[in-house]
Each structure stands twice: as structure tokens, then as C-alpha cells.
């Protein structure tokens, strides 16, 4: 029913940035709240951000605070994360979802892949 597909990952070197998207099918993409996952090799899949329907709220894990920023355009159906100030710890698998209802992701992106080098 709604598609994710994730874009921007790559290879990026400490203490630089980089901005993910995620574009979604459908016309119902402001119905749902979007967060961005990600998993590292041997560890347990971790929320990133989240950002609710019209945009006005954002949540973050502390350790992206301050670095991290997620937003939206709803016109655009695009979810964005934009990473600053990287750090090889962010190295990941990340994937956006998209939620109908508070913390029930029911979609989910492929994932691209994030490495930061040092």
C-alpha cells in the first residue's frame, strides 16, 4: 500500500555531513507520523528521529541531539535526515517507516547504507 525508498546514503569522513530521503507512494503521506531507524552490524535495530503528521514535532535519540535533524514536505511525500557532524559510531543500515498510529510502524524503506570514516 505505501512504499518507502531511501536515498543519500554513502561514505561520508567524520565530523561531515550527509542527507538522507525517503519518498513515499501514495496520496495519504500526511496521515502518518515518519521515523528514521538504523542498525549496525551485531546490534539491535535503534529509533533514530521521528516526526509527526503536519511536521510541528520532532523526536530524537540523545545520541543524535543536536547533530541530527529530520523534517518533511508533505507536497513532496519526502521525509529528510539530515546528519551533521558525523561520527564513525553512526555507521548503519538506516530506514525510514511510517506509523498510522503512535509507535506502530507499518511501513518500512530497504535501508541504505551509512559509513563514516576516520
Known amino acids: 500500500q505505501v512504499q518507502l525508498v531511501e536515498s543519500g546514503g554513502g561514505l561520508v569522513q567524520a565530523g561531515g555531513s550527509l542527507r538522507l530521503s525517503c519518498a513515499a507512494s501514495?496520496?495519504?503521506?500526511?496521515?502518518?507520523?515518519m521515523g528514521w531507524f538504523r542498525q549496525a552490524p551485531g546490534k539491535e535495530r535503534e529509533f533514530v528521529a521521528a516526526?509527526?503528521?503536519?511536521?510541528?514535532?520532532?523526536y530524537y535519540t540523545d545520541s543524535v541531539k543536536g547533530r541530527f535533524t529530520i523534517s518533511r514536505d508533505n507536497a513532496k511525500n519526502t521525509v529528510y535526515l539530515q546528519m551533521n557532524r558525523v561520527k564513525p559510531e553512526d555507521t548503519a543500515v538506516y530506514c525510514c517507516?511510517?506509523?498510522?498510529?503512535?509507535?506502530?510502524?507499518?511501513?518500512w524503506g530497504q535501508g541504505t547504507q551509512v559509513t563514516v570514516s576516520s
Open positions: 517507516a511510517a506509523a498510522a498510529r503512535m509507535g506502530q510502524y507499518d511501513y
Open positions: 501514495g496520496r495519504a503521506f500526511g496521515s502518518y507520523t
Open positions: 516526526i509527526n503528521k503536519s511536521g510541528r514535532n520532532t
